[in-house]
C-alpha cells in the first residue's frame, strides 16, 4: 500500500472517508520497509508531480469576467475541486472550504454558481481540448507513452430527477423510465496511459422536445478529430450502441480502423445457422459499406462469446482471417477500461449539485474529467522516473490518493 499518501492525507486533515487509519497505516509500515514503492516514490515528489500537472491544467478555462472581480477564477477551480474531493454540493462545499480556507479566501455557493454559468460551453469544450495538448506535451519524449494509440469511445449518463419541459440537453435512458445528462467521451486505452482525450455533449430527441434525432456518427466525427489533433489513433473501439454504416463509414474517412459489435439481424442469423449446421466456431464473412459519404469493404467476424455462450458478431474494417479471428476479437476486451474510468470520474472527481441548469452539469462533468486526467498524469510520471518496465495499475489509487492529487490543487499557506 502506498504509505507516504496515506500519512499525506491524514497530515493535511483531508476529508477522505475511504482512506484507512493512520496508526493501521504506521504499524504496517514496519513490514513494508524493504517496499520498492516506498523508496520509489517520495511524498516530496508525490506533491511536485501532481503541481507540475496542475500548472498545465488551468490556463485555457476562463470565465471572462470583468478584471476587478472579488475572486479570480483560479478561487473557484480550488473550490471546485474541493467540492468533487469531498463529493459535496456548492453551499455546502463553500462553507467547508471556507472553515479550511479563512472566510474572505473564497466565495459563497450562489456565486459559485453564477460564475460556472457565466462559462460558454462552447469555449468550456474548447479549453478542455487545449488543456489535453497541454498535458500530453509534458509526457510527449516518454517512451513508454506509446503512439499509435487504441481508444475507446462511449456514452456516460448524469441522472437528472427534475422536471424535463424546457431541458433540451436531457435525454431518455436505455429503460425508458429514466432520465439523464449525456456526455460522450474518447479514451487511450490498451496498455497505455489512460487519458479521456475528448468530451462532447450528445443532445438526443425525446417525446418532451423537438430536437432532431441524434446523428451519432457525428459525434463520433467531432470526437476523432480533436483526439487526432493531440495523438495518431489506430483502432478505436465501441459499444453494440455504435453499431451504423454511418458510424463504420465515419471512421474509414478519418483513417481510423474499427472494431465494432454487432446486432444480429437476419443475415447474421443465416451466418449463425451454416456455423452450427457446419460445427464451426469461428467464421469470417467480407461485406462492404455504402453510405452517401464513401464506401470501404468490412469484415464480419463471428468468434466465441467471451461468456462462454453463443456467438458474438464484430465489424471490423481490418482484413482478418479466420485464423487470426478470435485472437483479433479479445482486444475488444480492453473497452472495459473506459467504464472503470467512468466509475472514477462519477464517483472520486464529479462534485454533486441538483441545478438545472446545462451551463452548470457540463463545467462539473468536463472539470471531473479534468481531475482525472491531472492524476492519470501525475501517476504517469512518477513511474516513469522509476527504472523498470512500466505498469499501468495505477501507484496513485483513487479510492487513497485523489484527495491528495486535489488538495495539491489548492495553495497551502
Known amino acids: 500500500m502506498f504509505v507516504s499518501v496515506v500519512k499525506e492525507v491524514h497530515d493535511r486533515s483531508i476529508s477522505a472517508p475511504e482512506v484507512r487509519s493512520k496508526a493501521e497505516i504506521v504499524d504496517n509500515e514496519q513490514e513494508d ?3 520498492v514503492e516506498d523508496e520509489s516514490f517520495s511524498q516530496e515528489g508525490i506533491v511536485q508531480t501532481t503541481r507540475l500537472a496542475r500548472d498545465h491544467a488551468f490556463g485555457h478555462f476562463d470565465s471572462d469576467r470583468a478584471p476587478n472581480a472579488s475572486y479570480e477564477d483560479t478561487q473557484f477551480f480550488e473550490l471546485q475541486t474541493f467540492m468533487g474531493m469531498v463529493r459535496c454540493g456548492a453551499t455546502q462545499g463553500a462553507t467547508r472550504f471556507q472553515y479550511r480556507r479563512g472566510e474572505d479566501y473564497s466565495s459563497h455557493g450562489d456565486t459559485h ?16 481540448n487545449e488543456t489535453t495538448d497541454r498535458l500530453l506535451s509534458v509526457i510527449a519524449s516518454e517512451a513508454s507513452f506509446r503512439r ?10 448524469i441522472p437528472y430527477y427534475g422536471d424535463v419541459e424546457g431541458m433540451p440537453m436531457v435525454s ?8 439523464a445528462f449525456k456526455f460522450a467521451t474518447l479514451s487511450i486505452i490498451g496498455q497505455n496511459i489512460p487519458l479521456v482525450l475528448a468530451v462532447e455533449p450528445v443532445r438526443e430527441s425525446s417525446e418532451w422536445d423537438e430536437n432532431p434525432s441524434n446523428q451519432i456518427h457525428r459525434t463520433v466525427r467531432r470526437l476523432v478529430r480533436r483526439a487526432k489533433e493531440h495523438v495518431p489513433i489506430e483502432t478505436v473501439l465501441c459499444d453494440r450502441e455504435f453499431d451504423s454504416i454511418r458510424v463504420f463509414q465515419t471512421l474509414s474517412n478519418l483513417d481510423v480502423n474499427y472494431l465494432i459489435p454487432k446486432r444480429v439481424s437476419s443475415s447474421e442469423r443465416d451466418v449463425l445457422k451454416q456455423m452450427w449446421e457446419d460445427d464451426q466456431e469461428v467464421a469470417v464473412e467480407s461485406a462492404s459499406v455504402h453510405v452517401e459519404s464513401g464506401s470501404h469493404p468490412m469484415r464480419l467476424l463471428y468468434v466465441p462469446s467471451t461468456s462462454g455462450e453463443g456467438t458474438a458478431v464484430f465489424a471490423t474494417s481490418l482484413r482478418v482471417g479466420p485464423e487470426e479471428a478470435e485472437t483479433f476479437c479479445q482486444r475488444y476486451s480492453r473497452r472495459w477500461q473506459i467504464e472503470s474510468e467512468y466509475k472514477s470520474i462519477k464517483g472520486d472527481f464529479l462534485a454533486k449539485t441538483s441545478s438545472k441548469d446545462y451551463r452548470v452539469r457540463l463545467f462539473y462533468f468536463v472539470f471531473a474529467v479534468l481531475l482525472y486526467n491531472i492524476w492519470r498524469l501525475t501517476d504517469f510520471l512518477l513511474k516513469a522516473g522509476v527504472d523498470g518496465e512500466m505498469d499501468y495499475a495505477p501507484v496513485l489509487t483513487a479510492g487513497e490518493c485523489v484527495e491528495l492529487v486535489a488538495s495539491a490543487l489548492i495553495p497551502h499557506d
Do not use: Y
Not at 454558481?113 to 478542455?128: H, I
Not at 499509435?148 to 449518463?157: E, F, G, Q, S
Not at 431518455?172 to 432520465?179: P, S, V, Y
Open 148 to 157: 499509435p494509440v487504441t481508444a475507446a469511445i462511449d456514452i456516460t449518463t
Open 113 to 128: 454558481l453564477r460564475t460556472v454559468k457565466q462559462f460558454d460551453p462552447d469555449e468550456l469544450v474548447d479549453g478542455f
Open 33 to 35: 520497509t524493504d517496499s
Open 172 to 179: 431518455g435512458t436505455k429503460d425508458r423510465d429514466g432520465r
